[in-house]
């Protein structure tokens, strides 16, 4: 991780203001690989919040069909226990979208405020916060969420606050690089040289010019949370059997791979879809969001 170096800007602003949205959609469209990323997290979200709506099995409910591979019954085969894979893949799309949405938006919640203050201010706060980042940032992510899990305990409230906890730094430090250079800009000076509050300043003059820059890193930000969501689940260190979560899927299919492989191919592709869905996406902001590009 890269030092917090205090009073220093290590990214240009955000193009917030610089153009108009329809632009921005316009050059994300022309991305098909974007495109595709933004279909698969749709897909992804409309699974995660509609899942009681559909069609589908009790995901708890067993059967004498144990182990069944694939069939037109069962379209992902059924597990150790004869409950359909199928309904339980998709019942487990919304505890992965519940952790990765309530964590990563605790982190740019936090994240965003310091990260505001410390540009904004400058000084000392700077500084303190800096340091209180740099703790965090000592840590490699995956350990400092496991490390938070494991003395909270396995649960997925623990994983969400985990996941904010890893995240908040990273938002401070991607929000406060751009604040530095954005509060030097003459329409700040002058709406300061005016009597505005530093209240006012931020909303109306600064916030405006951070919201693409947020915007990727939170979309970014959701494929590590639902990709580590995943690694504790399989670890035991949140939702816990019968839970149907795609990581203690993983879990109870690995011991079967030889001769039902099914157990954990469907889990896994549906962590990877909405993986590559998030990073695809993140990808396609990150272009669209930038003028140079365009």
Known sequence: MATWIPGSASASPAPGGAYGWRAVARAFIREPVAVLGLAMVALYALIALGVDLLPLRDPLAVSAQRLAAPTR???????????????????GARLSM????????????????????????????????????????????????????AALGPDPANV?????????????????????????????????????????IVVRHIVPNLLSTLIVQIS?????????????????????????????????????????????VFPGLAIMIAVLGFNLLGDGLRDALDPQRR
Do not use: C
Not at 129 to 139: I, K, N, P, Q
Not at 242 to 264: C, D, I, K
């Open 220 to 264: 970014l930000a959701l494929s590590w949370a639902v990709l580590t969501e995943g690694a504790l689940s399989f670890l035991g260190l949140s939702a816990q059997p019968p839970a149907p979560s795609w990581g203690v899927m993983l879990n109870e299919g690995r011991q079967y791979l030889e001769f039902a492989t099914h157990l954990a």
């Open 160 to 200: 969400i606050i985990a996941i904010a906890v890893v995240y908040t730094p990273i938002f401070a430090r991607v929000v406060r690089a751009p604040v530095l250079a954005i509060k030097a800009h003459d329409y700040v000076e002058a709406a300061r040289a005016t009597g505005a509050r530093p209240v006012r």
């Open 98 to 149: 519940e952790v990765a949405t309530l964590s990563v938006a605790g982190a740019t919640l936090v994240g965003g405020v310091l990260g505001l203050a410390a540009g904004y201010v400058g000084g000392l706060v700077d500084l303190l916060v800096g340091r209180v980042m740099d703790v965090f940032f000592a840590f490699p992510a995956i350990l400092l969420a496991l490390g938070i899990v």
């Open 73 to 91: 019954e069962f379209p992902f085969g059924t597990d150790a226990l004869g409950r359909d894979l199928f309904s339980r893949v998709l019942f």
